[in-house]
């Protein structure tokens, strides 16, 4: 069983993010908390201080790539970070009437949810090397097991994420190093709210924070929930592609 003491979550400022910071809380805990929205995370350092936790903020957009991996590199050149949790993430969808995914939009969320993942992982991970321990959590998506035609962006984006994660665990087991892939469905959040089409077994933050908290704690390969979309969603991976499609669009996931 692991039991962080050191813990950077990029995206804390949001609705799992700000979830995972208050469940790992705790005296003897140091938290690294990141996000854009300075008002969000001062609550929460408040929140995670009145739970005993060592707090420090940092406040700026993963998609300054430089200033993410220095930023990375610096915070683990200080103390040897145990686990990083790469969550920060956006959303965009095809828009009604399933007017298209305006190319802006589409470059900012490879930014987001690729680019910058690659960068946090590049910058920590030089450290974790050398000591030979550490953890790193990439938050993707139950999404990622088949593109559904609201989101093709995301979708894509979250299945990057997931076949990195896991050729990572592959690749640095042998180092002591772990990586898991977290694969939520729905979640109560601003990004949930605005992400088109049904959702069902829809989770509170929390409920989703001891999950990921308890899957990181036995170091699983993937950690993903709730248990009838995740079987759901893996049958449309591995059913014919078109059998799913037809099921998706008769579902409602096309604008
Ligand atoms: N909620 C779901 O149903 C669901 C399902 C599957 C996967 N996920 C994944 O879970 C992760 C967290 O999402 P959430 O549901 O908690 O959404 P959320 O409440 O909207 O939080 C998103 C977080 O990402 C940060 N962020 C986004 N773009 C950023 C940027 N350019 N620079 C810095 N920070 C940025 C936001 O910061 P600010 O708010 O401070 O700008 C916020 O802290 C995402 O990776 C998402 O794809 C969510």
Same mark, same amino acid.
């Given at each position: 069983? $692991?039991?962080?003491?050191?813990?950077?979550?990029?995206? @804390?400022?949001?609705?799992?993010? =700000? &979830?995972?910071? *208050?469940? #790992? /809380?705790?005296?003897?805990?140091?938290?690294?908390?990141?996000? $854009?929205?300075?008002?969000?995370?001062?609550?929460?350092? @408040?929140?995670?201080?009145?739970? =005993? &936790?060592?707090? *420090?903020? #940092? /406040?700026?957009?993963?998609?300054?790539?430089?200033?993410?991996? $220095?930023?990375?590199?610096?915070?683990?050149?200080?103390?040897?970070?145990?686990?990083?949790?790469?969550?920060?993430?956006?959303?965009?969808?095809?828009?009604?009437?399933?007017?298209?995914?305006?190319?802006?939009?589409?470059?900012?969320?490879?930014?987001?949810?690729?680019?910058?993942?690659?960068?946090?992982?590049?910058?920590?991970?030089?450290?974790?090397?050398?000591?030979?321990?550490?953890?790193?959590?990439?938050?993707?998506?139950?999404?990622?097991?088949?593109?559904?035609?609201?989101?093709?962006?995301?979708?894509?984006?979250?299945?990057?994420?997931?076949?990195?994660?896991?050729?990572?665990?592959?690749?640095?087991?042998?180092?002591?190093?772990?990586?898991?892939?977290?694969?939520?469905?729905?979640?109560?959040?601003?990004?949930?709210?605005?992400?088109?089409?049904?959702?069902?077994?829809?989770?509170?933050?929390?409920?989703?924070?001891?999950?990921?908290?308890?899957?990181?704690?036995?170091?699983?390969?993937?950690?993903?929930?709730?248990?009838?979309?995740?079987?759901?969603?893996?049958?449309?991976?591995?059913?014919?592609?078109?059998?799913?499609?037809?099921?998706?669009?008769?579902?409602?996931?096309?604008?």
């Amino acid at each position: 069983m $692991r039991s962080p003491a050191c813990i950077l979550i990029t995206g @804390a400022s949001g609705a799992i993010g =700000g &979830a995972l910071a *208050r469940e #790992f /809380a705790a005296p003897g805990v140091t938290l690294t908390l990141h996000g $854009r929205n300075r008002s969000a995370l001062d609550s929460l350092a @408040a929140e995670c201080s009145r739970r =005993g &936790a060592a707090v *420090r903020l #940092f /406040a700026f957009d993963v998609r300054d790539i430089d200033e993410l991996r $220095r930023w990375g590199a610096q915070i683990g050149s200080e103390a040897p970070l145990d686990l990083v949790i790469a969550n920060a993430g956006m959303n965009i969808s095809t828009g009604p009437r399933g007017a298209g995914e305006p190319w802006e939009a589409v470059e900012a969320l490879l930014d987001t949810n690729l680019r910058a993942v690659f960068a946090l992982v590049d910058a920590v991970l030089p450290a974790m090397r050398a000591r030979r321990s550490g953890q790193i959590a990439l938050v993707s998506s139950l999404a990622a097991y088949f593109g559904l035609p609201v989101a093709p962006s995301y979708c894509a984006s979250k299945a990057a994420v997931k076949a990195y994660a896991e050729a990572l665990r592959g690749w640095l087991a042998a180092e002591g190093i772990a990586v898991n892939v977290i694969m939520p469905g729905y979640v109560e959040s601003a990004m949930c709210r605005n992400m088109p089409g049904p959702k069902p077994f829809l989770w509170p933050p929390e409920r989703a924070a001891r999950v990921i908290r308890r899957g990181l704690e036995k170091n699983r390969a993937r950690i993903s929930f709730p248990f009838p979309l995740n079987l759901g969603t893996w049958l449309l991976a591995v059913l014919p592609a078109e059998v799913s499609t037809r099921i998706l669009i008769a579902l409602g996931y096309r604008d």
